[in-house]
């Protein structure tokens, strides 16, 4: 149980176009979707968290025009990079909390989108 | 703000125990956990901890929690090649359901 997945898994786009990441909760509903960012040999930065139905909540210094985040449904959230360039460059990591016992309190990942913009 | 530390690199010998220390500093935490990352892979849930609890153990792998000292440990036991991956610890209060991450430890095992 608890499977997240993600599409596309490696994308590689030129620099002006956006760029679409799906993050699916396959056997659980998910209440609260994250989105994350990681850099090369470092640890996640929450770039974000989407509650079904309502807008999401952006961190700090995360610009909310550039990356759009939709949560229309219990089971997808999805991250839209906008007008790309190579510093958008990343892996891009979703998480998903669910309703009820362990699910409420425990994220579960998705295996990640490599982007590159050139 | 809330921090989490964990030394960046730990080697071990294959069959040998691994232990991966992490300290925090937010004494509101209720939730504290163990994520595996492999190469260009997302984190795999090793296991959790409440801060009511002191120890738990799971297989192979057993938690040490030290709420006075904010300190958290995972202990492998017969580490294996594939166990050579990055280990995050992280913790969250009850209702925030934000997660602070650890920097990350890098295990190699030596065959």
């Known amino acids: 149980g608890a499977v997240v997945s993600q599409h596309p898994s490696r994308v590689i786009c030129k620099s002006g176009t956006s760029v679409k990441i799906e993050c699916r909760s396959l056997?659980?509903?998910?209440?609260?979707m994250f989105w994350y960012r990681q850099f090369p040999k470092q640890s996640l930065m929450l770039m974000a968290t989407?509650?079904?139905?309502?807008?999401?909540?952006?961190e700090q210094g995360v610009e909310k025009d550039k990356f759009l985040i939709n949560h229309a449904s219990l089971t997808l959230s999805t991250l839209t990079v906008t007008s790309a360039h190579p510093e958008d460059s990343s892996f891009y990591i979703c998480?998903?909390?669910?309703?009820?016992?362990?699910?409420?309190?425990?994220?579960?990942f998705g295996p990640g989108t490599r982007l590159l913009v050139l | 703000g809330e921090d989490v530390e964990q030394s960046l690199f730990l080697s071990v010998r294959e069959g040998d125990s691994s232990v991966i220390n992490c300290t925090y500093t937010?004494?509101?935490?209720?939730?504290l956990y163990w994520y595996k990352q492999e190469p260009g892979a997302g984190l795999q849930l090793l296991t959790y901890?409440?801060?009511?609890?002191d120890m738990k153990q799971d297989q192979r792998l057993t938690v040490l929690l030290n709420k006075k000292d904010k300190h958290l440990s995972l202990r492998i036991a017969d580490t294996q090649t594939g166990d050579s991956a990055i280990y995050f610890c992280?913790?969250?209060?009850?209702?925030?359901?934000?997660?602070?991450f650890g920097t990350g430890t890098r295990l190699k095992v030596l065959a």
């Open positions: 998480s998903a909390r669910g309703t009820g016992g362990s699910f409420q309190e425990t994220q579960y």
């Open positions: 056997d659980f509903q998910a209440t609260t």
């Open positions: 989407s509650n079904e139905g309502s807008k999401a909540t952006y």
């Open positions: 937010d004494s509101s935490s209720t939730y």
């Open positions: 901890i409440f801060s009511n609890m």
């Open positions: 992280a913790e969250s209060t009850s209702g925030t359901y934000k997660y602070i």
